[in-house]
């Protein structure tokens, strides 16, 4: 623990006074959001975002492929791409919620301060070993609390918050890049290599969630072989390219059915001609069927 215990009690304080409701609670600033869970819950999937999360209380793990995290209180999850997990809350009570505090990652905006550091230290010197993952945790220090407590306190003005907040933001990321993975970070954000072309697949699955997918047409369109393909993706996103495909298509299943869809039409939407086969898989991976969304 690298931080001062008042001012992390602060900061828990802060983000339990903006956690109104149950589950997530967004702020005015696009970008940031508070959790709140009073209860444990069981492990169930779902997709989280590119995010810099601090755990103020509680405690959850996160499992994503072979690799389980731990969200405890003091920990800071850093996650680079949308990745599919299975999440349990296993620390919570009405008493002690679960309570995180997030900032969503801009990579386009994280880049351009990485930029300002490097007119300043030059290129950031390739860590020994590097680590391809696209989600890792480091400890909270000050360096990194005090600008989420700003960034929390400003939720309590509007002014503040339109005024200030995405500069907050910005020293967030600063205060990342110098921490110390920050050059492991800087690193892998400045490589042409494998990690910006797995970047390029995930994109295209994204974009294209309604068409079918196979490794041989990702591993040509970012320039691989099909076993070096397959290999670095797992490396960056801990599942294989097909399982995450298959996740990103049944999250966005079913929101459509939340949003009002039909079961057979948001199957469809996203790519499956089976209705059966939705169903089979659908209720595979959520542990009830699309009708029982």
């Not at 696209?134 to 309590?156: E, G, H, T, Y």
């Amino acid at each position: 623990m690298t931080y001062q215990q008042n001012r992390f009690e602060e900061f828990l304080h802060l983000i339990e006074k903006h956690s109104v409701q149950e589950g997530a609670n967004y702020s005015a600033l696009e970008g940031f959001a508070t959790y709140k869970a009073s209860a444990p819950q069981s492990k169930h999937p779902a997709v989280d975002i590119p995010a810099i999360l601090v755990v103020g209380q509680g405690k959850k793990f996160c499992y994503v492929g072979e690799q389980k995290y731990e969200y405890r209180a003091g920990s800071v999850i850093v996650l680079f791409y949308p990745l599919p997990v299975e999440t349990e809350i296993v620390v919570a009570s009405p008493e002690k919620p679960f309570l995180v505090a997030g900032v969503a990652i801009d990579l386009g905006r994280m880049s351009e301060i990485l930029l300002r550091i490097d007119r300043i230290d030059g290129g950031a010197v390739k860590p020994t070993p590097t680590d391809l993952s696209s989600i890792f945790s480091i400890s909270l220090n000050d360096n990194l609390l005090d600008p989420f407590i700003r960034l929390v306190k400003a939720q309590s003005d509007p002014r503040d918050t339109a005024v200030l907040g995405n500069a907050i933001i910005e020293e967030i990321y600063y205060r990342l890049l110098c921490d110390g993975r920050g050059g492991e970070l800087r690193f892998l954000l400045q490589q042409r290599g494998e990690i910006q072309r797995i970047s390029k697949a995930v994109d295209y699955i994204h974009q294209n969630l309604d068409k079918p997918v196979s490794i041989e047409q990702l591993a040509i369109m970012v320039h691989m072989g099909q076993t070096t393909f397959y290999k670095n993706f797992r490396s960056v996103m801990h599942v294989s390219p097909l399982q995450y495909a298959k996740s990103l298509k049944l999250h966005k299943a079913q929101q459509l059915i939340k949003e009002g869809k039909r079961a057979n039409e948001a199957g469809y939407l996203v790519g499956y001609s089976s209705p059966a086969q939705f169903s089979r898989e659908y209720k595979r991976h959520f542990g009830f069927a699309p009708s029982a969304t």
